[in-house]
């Protein structure tokens, strides 16, 4: 096998991979992603035990147990360009001899939840409500860095192109899929399923106008009106994309959870966003366990 060259796997001196700042022994295979280093606590009170607690940078480490079951909570910060340092470093290592500095011969198969925030852009989805990606569409770049086209939707993707006019300055969209065991472990009556579309900033990506004018005046309308096989785009965030992407490039089952804090075509805000999100923990720590 080909041994990866220090320029390309960064190990710090004390074993860590570069970014994270975490050992091989301090992640679990069930991995709960956050953006706000601060939402790492959040998620951590509520084990029995935790065993490590780490940080460097943006990237938040909390591992502990529930119920006997082995968690690990880290913040990515905002962003599919955090997504792609936080989810091959976690790949590694998992996957990748630290010390021969080859990939393993056994593969580990991680299962990573995000816990995040999220836009409505239909108004039949209601603030304070829990909604999880079924598939997201990506408007970064991030995916066509790698070979990765048997795991997007090209049919999607053209449809959406067509039906937005979408401009060719901007990336190419790529749609991608969760993995459909986690959806059905974390689906009840209370959550709904929904086609996400992953931007690349908060501001003008997302159709907000401050003091600048965006380049398309009706992104958003035309983002709620697209239908594909009756696949409706449901919410914005921003980094769910780039997730799901490279979970499935690098073997990994991955999954999306949504409090939905805004419905932008009704103008509305949640009352209580804290409490929301904290309710999603909540939730999903259970069907985790």
Do not use: C
Request: charged content about 20%.
């Amino acid at each position: 096998m080909n041994r990866i060259a220090e320029s390309e796997l960064i190990i710090n001196p004390d074993g860590s991979i570069y970014h994270l700042n975490i050992l091989p022994e301090d992640i679990a295979t069930t991995i709960i992603t956050v953006g706000d280093p601060d939402r790492v606590s959040s998620v951590s009170k509520y084990f029995d035990t935790i065993e490590v607690k780490k940080a460097k940078r943006e990237f938040v480490t909390h591992t502990g147990t529930l119920n006997g079951k082995r968690i690990s909570v880290i913040s990515t910060g905002i962003g599919t360009d955090n997504i792609d340092i936080v989810f091959n470093e976690l790949d590694a290592l998992v996957n990748v001899d630290f010390n021969s500095r080859q990939v393993k011969d056994n593969f580990t198969q991680l299962d990573i939840i995000r816990i995040g925030t999220s836009g409505s852009i239909q108004e039949n989805i209601p603030v304070d409500s829990f909604l999880i990606s079924e598939l997201a569409i990506g408007f970064d770049s991030l995916l066509h860095f790698y070979e990765s086209d048997h795991v997007l939707d090209a049919a999607i993707t053209e449809a959406f192109i067509q039906q937005t006019n979408w401009s060719s300055k901007k990336s190419d969209p790529y749609v991608v899929k969760a993995n459909s065991n986690l959806v059905d472990q974390l689906s009840s009556e209370k959550t709904v399923l929904g086609f996400t579309a992953t931007n690349v900033g908060f501001y003008g990506p997302q159709s907000r106008k401050i003091r600048l004018n965006v380049q398309d005046e009706q992104l958003n309308d035309k983002l709620a009106t697209f239908n594909h096989n009756d696949k409706k785009i449901t919410n914005l965030e921003m980094e769910t994309a780039g997730i799901y992407g490279l979970a499935n490039l690098l073997g990994h089952r991955s999954i999306s959870m949504n409090a939905i804090i805004a419905n932008r075509p009704l103008g509305e805000f949640s009352k209580t966003p804290k409490e929301t999100v904290d309710q999603l923990i909540q939730y999903t720590l259970g069907k985790l366990v």
